[in-house]
C-alpha cells in the first residue's frame, strides 16, 4: 500500500548503421507503443498497460522530442565515417485508454497526438512548453493504457540523402516521457471514493482523506454525506490557501469561493 510517483522513458537510438534498416527504425506515418513493439529500448517481451483491480493510477505529463524540420541535423567527422549526433524526428504522442484515444480530431476519429513541440522533452530554453496534460488522466482499475508514438521525418529517406555515413547508438534520435502517480492498496481506494465524490485525485487529496478517516468512526453508510461535507470543505480551502499564494492553477480562479 502506498503512494508512487513513477516515470517511464523511451529512447530511440542509432544502430551503427548508416540509418536505412527498415528493421530497426519506424517508418514515417506508422503509430507504435513504447510499451511493446519492434523500435527502440522496449522491455524484454513488451509489457501490458493493465492497471489492476487494487490500483488507480493518474497520468500528469507526456512529452517527446521536439522539432519540425529534418534538415535541422547535426554531425560530426568527415566522409566516409560522417556521424550522425542529433536528428528531429517531428514527433507526435497520443494516450490510448482500452480502444480510445485521448486525442482526436473534431470528428472523434482517431489523430496522431500532441506534437513533441509543444510537449519537449528534455526541455531546454530554445523548447519552452506551451502545452500542459491538464486535467490530468486517470486510469482506472481493469483498464489498459497505452502511450503511442508517431514520427512524421523519415529517417530512412533522410539516410538515403548522404549526408552522413553513421547513426552511432549512442545518439537518441527519438524519446518520449511519461510521469504519472501510482495509488495501490487502499489508497487506490480512497482514490476510487473521491472520484465518485467529484474532488480531483492528488496526492494531498488522498492523504487528506485517509487523514480524516482516521479522526473520524469509519466509512458507514449513514455518515456518507458527512464525509463529503468534510471533504469538500477541505478543498474549498485548499483553493483559498493557493489563491492567497499565488501558486493556484488557472482553473482555480473560475470561481470566487
Known sequence: MAIRKQIYTWELHGDGGDGSSLANYPRAGTSHSI??????????????????ENEFVVIEK?????????????TTGVAPNVQLTKWR???FINLIID????????????????????????????????YE???????????????????YNDIQLSAAAGSWNIIPQSTILAAVYVEYTLYD???????????????????????????LLLEQKGLETDTFQHYLKLMQDENQRQKKQDK??????????GSED
Do not use: C
Request: no cysteine.
Open 89 to 91: 524526428p517531428n514527433m
Open 62 to 74: 507526456i512529452a517527446a522530442t521536439p522539432g519540425i524540420s529534418a534538415n535541422d541535423f547535426q
Open 35 to 52: 510499451l511493446w513493439g519492434p523500435y527502440g529500448n522496449i522491455q524484454a517481451g513488451g509489457q501490458t498497460g493493465l492497471v489492476k
Open 133 to 151: 496534460l491538464w486535467p490530468p488522466v486517470y486510469v482506472l482499475p481493469h483498464q489498459t493504457v497505452d502511450i503511442r508514438y508517431t514520427l
Open 244 to 253: 492567497i499564494q499565488g501558486i493556484a492553477r488557472y482553473t482555480r480562479y
Open 99 to 130: 480502444t480510445t484515444n485521448y486525442y482526436q480530431d473534431p470528428q472523434n476519429v482517431w489523430a496522431s497526438g500532441v506534437s513533441g513541440t509543444a510537449s519537449p522533452y528534455p526541455q531546454l530554453t530554445i523548447d519552452a512548453p506551451y
Open 185 to 211: 492498496g487502499t489508497d487506490a481506494m480512497m482514490a476510487q471514493k473521491l472520484l465518485k465524490l467529484g474532488i480531483p485525485v492528488t496526492v494531498a487529496t488522498v492523504e487528506n482523506y485517509r487523514r
